[in-house]
């Protein structure tokens, strides 16, 4: 059997004003042939369904197209989207015949021209593929499940945990698939829009009413006839027309419980909105207060209004700005994007010191430069290898390490991953697990510094992943939606 394979990921954050094009996939990764299985090793969704299908029984051999990753950030163009295009036709028709199709993708990127890339570039491979060839799609939760999307797949899995898990993801997804081509099942699919967004201050599934969500998926998952259940709290900077959260479930040849399933997932969602609205951000300000008086650090401020890994620019100075004006002395370490003062550190050369407005220049919406003063204390950058949500490497282009009194900045050109892995201080012989307090540009991944963390602050920061979901000016999202609209009743039976 021949299982074609492909990887196409960008988180749309609308809000942001970076488009994402081809050098951004570049800057993640963009591999074809060989190259998508052998980074694929141990990592992401297509790294755990080659892990299953490996060691499956099942005759098959793999036919990688192509796969590209951009993280997350502004609208796709339409250049960049055709590529993808072009690239996706040419590989199925090049693949043909294959017996199956497994599509890892992120399911919330946005192009100029298609507000639904993943629902475009499955209808293509439907047409391509014709009816009989099962599609099955790995999507990120926070994916915006559409029309398009459904109806061109056989079967769907979304990542169960928060944090990401995208091998476990691939893992179910290969199950499926092998079920199916084995003719032990015959997916059957329905999926249910549930009108709500929310910030994402409760989307940890450790805890809370996540986890209540994600938990009555899970026990789905156990009721005979259930193939996979899969809830989608759609990451909420996605301003296009089917925007919102869905809830879509998989049975064995069983419709009408697919259809009964994924109702009970969506009025579950909607009977939990008010506590998934809760908001436990605090202004920088007391936020600064409260590391500084904190018994022990590593204390984890976590920037939600400039979180790189839901789309923005990496450049907010606002914690910052407050560090600077609380004059504080404790060691405090934090990363920032600009090319200018990466550009102007270098010139002045290790050792040297220099004033220049930092950040705050990509974002002319929320951001604004701050004038500090640092001192040059090494220079670094490029491609670093390391597993960060599914991502193998990533590359921050130059990069400086400056210092202003007890704040350490990593000023780099590209975004990378803003300072969510302790490896982007380490690079610069720095140890995070010795400072006070650390920004994260990110508003639930900080995992990675789990083994050093007394406690996590999350700071209300503007930005183009702020939680302050009504400040944002929507244009296409359907309305009415909760919380932006009066909607008291809804129900999904
Ligand atoms: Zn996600």
Redesign the pocket.
Known sequence: MRIAIAKFGQ?TSTFSPVATTLDTFKLYGLYEGQQVLDKAKGVGAVGGFLDVAESSELDWTPVPLFGAWAGASGVITAETLKYFEDKLIAGLQAAKPVDAFFFDLHGAGQAENQPDTEGHLLAISREILGDDVPIIIAL???ANLTQMMVENANGLVAHRTQP?NPFDTGQQAARMLIAQLRGEIAPTMAWQKIPMITHQEQFLTSHGPMKEWFDLAREMETRPGVVSASTFPM?PWLDVPEGGWAAAVVTNNDPALARELAAELADKAWQLRDQFWVMDSVTPEVAIRRAVAAENGVVILSDTGDAVFGGATGDSTTILTEMLRQQITQPALLTLVDPEVVGIAINAGVGSEITVQLGGKLDHNFGQPVEITAEVVKIGGGRIEAVVIGLESFDLGRAVLLKAGSIQIVVCEARGIGGNHPIVYRHFGVEPAEAKMLVVKTASNWQYYRDMTSEVIRVNTPGATMSRLQDFDWQQLPRPIYPLDDLPQWSAR
């Open positions: 988180e990120d939760h926070h990401h990451q």
